[in-house]
């Protein structure tokens, strides 16, 4: 059983990110970049359920520049087997691009579980997975907070508006990480160091006859208006009051 693990390169999620004076993007000179924490979650699991014997291997890939290499090295060091990383220009990738390249690699790859974050914390977008389950034709368990796999089955236990829900996935499947999945480890330093020799493997997006020019025309971008402060009321019928005559919703 092989478990592919997709991971971002994403501004940390400690970062207060900036939006560039001209409003075309998000200002990333300088600034301290890391794993995208679902696809951390998503590595863990990946491990943990290597560790207690349901895997023979765990890959992972990233989409993006060069520099992605320091993100699987990450992966690799919470104790991925191998890596891919599919370098792209310092331009942002949009979604269905990113599936189309992981399909093409779950076909040459053939893993029985794909494993990746529910979403990446730069663009919010929350798509991947869900589209490339659909491009695969793959059952899906998106925002898992439990994951248990028993007989070619994967039982995921999702967390939706109104509590939790339980899903039984055949295999092969998809299964996006909620929070609440696992709490991953900080890498060992030996594994750090383990994790400099494990293979890494480069491609470009043509290897897999994907063209990743973006379909989206992006107008502006800009910072959320800033709120005003609230103000404190003594009682509920000051309460009533405002809302009558300050807010008018009454
Ligand atoms: P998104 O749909 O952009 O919110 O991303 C959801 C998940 O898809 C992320 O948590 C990653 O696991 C995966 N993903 C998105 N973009 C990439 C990328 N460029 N490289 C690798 N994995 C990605």
Do not use: H
Not at 42 to 61: D, F, P
Not at 104 to 124: F, N, R, S, T, Y
Not at 159 to 187: C, F, H, I, Q, W
């Amino acid at each position: 059983m092989k478990i592919l693990v997709p991971v971002k390169r994403v501004v940390d999620f400690n970062v207060k990110i900036r939006v560039k004076p001209d409003g075309s993007g998000i200002d990333l000179a300088n600034v301290k970049m890391s794993m995208n924490p679902f696809d951390e979650i998503a590595v863990e699991e990946a491990v943990r359920i290597k560790e207690k014997g349901g895997a023979s291997e765990v890959v992972v890939v990233s989409i993006g520049p060069a520099k992605s290499q320091e993100t699987l090295r990450t992966a690799l060091a919470i104790g991925a087997d191998r890596a891919i990383l599919v370098e792209t220009a310092d331009t942002p990738v949009e979604p269905l691009a990113v599936a189309k390249i992981l399909k093409a690699i779950v076909e040459a790859e053939k893993p029985d579980l794909v494993i990746l974050g529910k979403q990446a914390i730069d663009d919010d977008c929350n798509q991947t997975g869900q589209m490339l389950s659909g491009l695969l034709g793959w059952p899906q368990g998106t925002f898992a907070s439990k994951l248990e796999l028993t007989d070619g089955a994967a039982v995921v236990t999702r967390e939706v508006d109104g509590g939790l829900e339980t899903v039984r996935l055949k295999m092969p499947a998809v299964v996006s990480t909620d929070l609440r999945l696992n709490e991953p480890r900080y890498p060992s330093l030996p594994n750090i160091m383990k994790a400099k020799k494990k293979p890494l493997d480069t491609k470009k997006p043509e290897d897999f006859g994907v063209d990743i020019a973006p379909r989206l025309n992006v107008q502006k971008i800009s910072e959320p208006a800033s709120r005003k402060a609230g103000v404190r009321v003594g009682s509920v019928a000051e309460l009533v009051q405002k809302l009558k005559t300050e807010a008018g919703v009454l």
